[in-house]
């Protein structure tokens, strides 16, 4: 295959110079289907990284040895040789890093539809309708974005504008239309999509989006489609809303069944570890405070969190200094809750008996033992607040 840039590929730099120029900052860029290189190579000196991304192995050699050309000319000539560019070859987003984050992607793709008269080339065509490739490019996309990242998109008119935007939009990407070409029997578009929600976090069960609305940040949290916990998205909801009336969660929003995710407030803060290497002892020692009386309360309704022997994730101190319990998809009612036990056990654990000694908070294990086997036997409130005031 000889890998010469056409028409669109110039039309695509052009408007990913525009870009660069607006966004005016250190910028990483994934280039996917990098072809012949011409436009990673082209933009190598006005962005900090390069991903340059394509599923075809000689594409990816072609621009290696490119790149070792150029390379060797510019050692000739005593100039700075390319080296933030990074070659993977990858069908879409398959090889390519999941905890990377990229500021702009951009994408010339295969956007003509198949032609069963002529053989099917790689480069060309898109899928059956044109748009099969575009549509599943934007569906992995958003999960690669940066909290500002962009999306410089080419396609033809005949890869079926309208079913595009259509599916961009169900993706909750806004869009805009920068720029357009005729050539011969086809239009050319380029389109900027941003991703209205920004994935934050991806765990074993679920994903956790953060969006803007109206001026406020917003989690949606929903369950992946293979995990095999149902029913903990819809769980959480549940408890959320209930500890909602006791100020012990986070703004809780909404449940939608149909998709089954959730959505509540995002908490600013730090979490629990990190507020006590950045406390003094007095605003330390306020927040357990408040803390174990949120664990009082959830001991008195019987329900039992978990996950507090090691809550580094799971309390969060907001810029309010109040402690704020997040993630409730193990709740449970139970007759023998263990909140308070289990707290226990994570400030007499090694690390954060050091941490909290350097602040001058003794905490004695042996006591803490002996409180906790006395709370387990009686859920007595006085207990715990005789040993807050005694690490005073």
Not at 225 to 234: D, K, L
Request: proline share 2%; net charge positive; with cysteine.
């Amino acid at each position: 295959m000889v890998y010469t840039p056409e028409e669109d590929s110039y039309l695509l730099l052009e408007c990913i110079n525009k870009k660069i120029a607006e966004l005016n900052k250190g910028i990483i860029l994934l280039e996917m289907g990098v072809g012949s290189g011409m436009i990673s190579i082209n933009l190598s000196n006005k962005v900090k990284k390069i991903y340059a991304v394509d599923v075809d192995a000689e594409s990816i050699d072609f621009v290696k040895k490119e790149l070792k050309k150029i390379n060797k000319q510019k050692l000739n000539e005593a100039q700075r040789p390319i080296k933030n560019i990074t070659l993977v070859k990858s069908d879409l987003f398959t090889n390519v890093s999941k905890e990377l984050r990229f500021d702009l992607i951009a994408f010339n793709p295969p956007y003509l539809p198949d032609d069963k008269k002529i053989e099917k080339i790689i480069s060309l065509h898109g899928g059956k309708q044109g748009n099969e490739i575009i549509i599943k490019f934007l569906e992995q996309a958003k999960e690669f974005l940066s909290l500002e990242g962009e999306i410089i998109l080419l396609f033809s008119s005949f890869s079926k504008r309208n079913i595009i935007l259509k599916k961009a939009k169900e993706l909750d990407y806004s869009y805009k239309l920068i720029a357009k070409k005729r050539i011969f029997f086809e239009q050319l578009y380029v389109y900027c999509f941003k991703s209205k929600e920004y994935l934050l976090a991806k765990g074993h069960r679920g994903k956790i989006y953060l969006f803007n609305k109206s001026n406020k940040e917003y989690i949606r949290k929903t369950s992946l489609e293979e995990s095999t916990a149902h029913g903990n998205i819809e769980n959480e909801a549940r408890f959320n809303k209930l500890l909602n009336k006791y100020n012990i969660a986070p703004k809780f929003i909404s449940y939608d069944k149909k998709t089954n995710s959730l959505i509540r407030e995002y908490v600013v803060g730090e979490n629990i570890d990190d507020y006590f290497l950045t406390h003094n002892k007095k605003e330390i020692i306020n927040i357990l405070e408040k803390i174990f009386l949120q664990l009082l309360k959830l001991d008195e309704l019987k329900i039992n969190k978990f996950e507090l022997t090691n809550p580094y994730k799971h309390i969060i101190i907001d810029k309010n200094d109040c402690p704020v319990m997040i993630d409730f998809e193990r709740c449970r009612f139970t007759e023998q809750p263990k909140n308070i036990t289990q707290f226990l056990q994570y400030i007499s654990s090694n690390n954060i008996k050091k941490l909290l000694q350097k602040k001058n908070i003794i905490s004695n294990k042996d006591k803490i033992k002996d409180l906790s086997k006395k709370y387990k036997n009686g859920y007595d409130k006085k207990l715990v607040n005789d040993f807050i005031e005694g690490l005073k």
